[in-house]
């Protein structure tokens, strides 16, 4: 269907990890290495400097906010009263920069990682997904992963879906009591998981490269496609039933269902995802439309 596209902000580096709380778009923008929050009118606020890059953000049950920080791969905690302090280590288990994060109902914490310098041009290497508990302990609890990324947790909290960016594929596991994962299961496959290779082979053969993502309320995950400039609505088996696709030369690397009824979808645009390119310079947006099933699940 046809939608019309509004822009809410414009002047950031490059915004990841979106969140709809306590009434307010919240987002990080790698470049200017600090969180955002947006208000409906498009008013930003700054709310915390990460000097070494904030990506995936989440809350505690006490109302703390978890945030990735992501070149030194540690996961830092905003208190309810402004107190900055270290959550966790996660460099000598992550095997790149840390990316984006869903935080459960008990405080777990679900983090991927690069699994290679993707910056300076490295090969894809599988990476491990990494869980920090409320006490700050880190475990690898899933491995052989290209590219863990946008990750979401079902209603029920019984079941954790995961995008692999560089093999085209949504993976789900089941989550057990004790935060152990089982029953790893492809969620969608779009096309043939990419032969190993280099970075360019790779992605010449991505159907679709899942980045952020959020479920709705039939079930359905909104995936941002980081290679497609679109982003894609997908249902369990990898059907694509809907899609909103952006202007040319405008790529979607995130995406949330928010506002006062979870049918605002936010889009977090930018050129492309090339550090050199992006640092020093303002083109990333936010971009909104609206849609017809809301939000569900965590983030």
């Not at 200017?32 to 498009?42: K, L, M, W």
Request: proline share 6%.
């Amino acid at each position: 269907m046809a939608r019309r596209l509004e822009t809410l902000v414009t002047g950031g580096t490059f915004f990841e990890g979106p969140r709809w709380h306590d009434g307010r778009w919240w987002v990080s923008d790698f470049y200017r290495h600090a969180v955002y929050t947006v208000t409906v009118d498009g008013t930003e606020e700054r709310i915390m400097e990460v000097p070494a890059q904030p990506s995936g953000l989440g809350w505690l049950p006490d109302g703390s906010l978890l945030v990735v920080s992501m070149r030194d791969r540690r996961v830092l905690r905003r208190e309810v009263d402004g107190r900055i302090a270290e959550h966790a280590r996660l460099d000598t288990l992550a095997g790149g920069h840390c990316n984006d994060m869903v935080v459960d109902a008990q405080g777990r914490a679900w983090v991927g990682n690069f699994g290679f310098d993707l910056m300076s041009g490295a090969d894809p290497e599988p990476a491990s997904l990494l869980r920090v508990d409320p006490d700050g302990t880190v475990r690898a609890v899933a491995g052989e992963l290209y590219f863990p990324n946008g990750a979401v947790i079902t209603p029920d909290g019984r079941a954790l879906i995961v995008g692999e960016t560089f093999a085209s594929r949504l993976t789900a596991f089941t989550i057990q009591d004790d935060g152990r994962l089982t029953d790893r299961r492809p969620w969608a496959q779009f096309g043939p998981t990419p032969a190993p290779g280099s970075r360019a082979e790779m992605a010449r053969q991505l159907t679709v490269a899942p980045d952020g993502c959020c479920l709705d309320a039939e079930g359905c995950l909104w995936v941002a496609d980081a290679m497609g400039g679109r982003c894609i609505r997908v249902a369990e088996g990898g059907e694509i039933v809907d899609q909103v696709t952006l202007p040319a030369g405008t790529g979607v690397f995130a995406c949330m269902l928010g506002g006062e009824d979870g049918r605002t979808l936010l889009l977090c645009c930018a050129p492309d995802s090339s550090e050199k390119r992006r640092a020093n310079t303002r083109e990333a947006s936010l971009m909104t439309c609206r849609v017809a099933v809301p939000h569900a699940g965590l983030p």
